[in-house]
Every structure is written in structure tokens, then in C-alpha cells.
């Protein structure tokens, strides 16, 4: 018997404790990208300034550089916030940056900008097809696309930072 209680005992304490944290969930498919976005936000842009001095490091020939990295990701941001806003690109490609307070400024903004694309969406918006890298796909298909994209690059600029002896700044 006493057994059986201390299980029933143990399944109330973790389903008291698991309660604040789905409470705490997006409640909405949009919120959920936008929280992701607001992640990626904080992680590259942290990365982009402990990573300051390094940005011309890769960590062989023919491969990115810190601010390769760093720049695709204000560049895919832009290109997914054209393809959610059905905006077309204007002007010219810009000049990479170089610069760490600037990155770390165009980071911020360019996630600030998609964190607002991706909150405008209705459910039905979602669901629109449109063109990203020349393929078809809905917009819901874009994100994910992008988002998973750049986790594989928060990936790779979290190992360029620890083969520099760098900590990520949410890791110490």
C-alpha cells in the first residue's frame, strides 16, 4: 500500500511541477516561431559579440567565415520576411558587415523584423504558397525551412566559438 501511494505521490508532484510550464506555452502556431526566432535572436547575437575580433576565422579553405555565418543570417532572415510579407527584394545586395557592434545591431533587427512577419500571420496566411530558393512551398514550409536552416548555424557558430576558446555567453 505504501508503495502505491508513494507512486501516485510522485506522479501528483511532477504533474504539479509540469503545470507552470504548460501554462507557459505559445498558444499559437505563429507564437511558437516567433518565440524560436526570439532565441536564435539572443543566442547569434550573443555569439556575435564574444565571437568580436574572430570574425574573419573558418576553420579551413572554402568554408565560412565567423561573419559568413553571421551575415547569412541577416540575409535568410530578409529573404524570409520578403517571402512571409509578399514583398519582393529591392535594391542591391548589401556589403557584408563587418563590424561587431553593427552585426550585432543587424542581427537583432533582422530577427526583430521576422519576429513581427511571422505575428501577422492568420492561420490562412500560413497556408499560402509562395517561392523561397525557387521552390514551391507554403509559407508555414518557408519558416521552417529557415528556422531549422539557421539552428544548424547556431550549430556551426557554437563550435567555430568553442574551437576559439570562446563560451557561449548562455552556456557559462
Known amino acids: 500500500m505504501k508503495k502505491i501511494l508513494a507512486r501516485y505521490g510522485a506522479c501528483a508532484l511532477v504533474v504539479a511541477l509540469l503545470m507552470p510550464l504548460a501554462h507557459a506555452q505559445p498558444t499559437t502556431i505563429q507564437a511558437a516561431f516567433a518565440d524560436d526566432a526570439g532565441t536564435l535572436s539572443r543566442k547569434f547575437t550573443g555569439l556575435a559579440r564574444v565571437m568580436a575580433g574572430k570574425y574573419d576565422w573558418k576553420p579551413g579553405q572554402g568554408v ?5 555565418v553571421f551575415n547569412l543570417i541577416v540575409e535568410e532572415n530578409g529573404l524570409l520576411v ?4 509578399g514583398t519582393p527584394k529591392k535594391g542591391a545586395e548589401p556589403a557584408p558587415i563587418t563590424d561587431p557592434g553593427k552585426m550585432q545591431d543587424a542581427l537583432k533587427a533582422s530577427y526583430a523584423n521576422l519576429q513581427k512577419a511571422i505575428t501577422g500571420l492568420s492561420d490562412n ?12 512551398m507554403t509559407k508555414q514550409g518557408a519558416l521552417l525551412l529557415i528556422l531549422e536552416d539557421q539552428h544548424e548555424h547556431l550549430g556551426q557558430s557554437i563550435a567555430y566559438a568553442r574551437s576559439n576558446g570562446v563560451v557561449p555567453p548562455w552556456s557559462k
Not at 64 to 68: K, L
Open 64 to 68: 565560412r567565415s565567423v561573419s559568413d
Open 82 to 85: 520578403d517571402a512571409l510579407s
Open 125 to 136: 496566411d500560413l497556408q499560402t504558397h509562395v517561392k523561397l530558393f525557387g521552390r514551391d
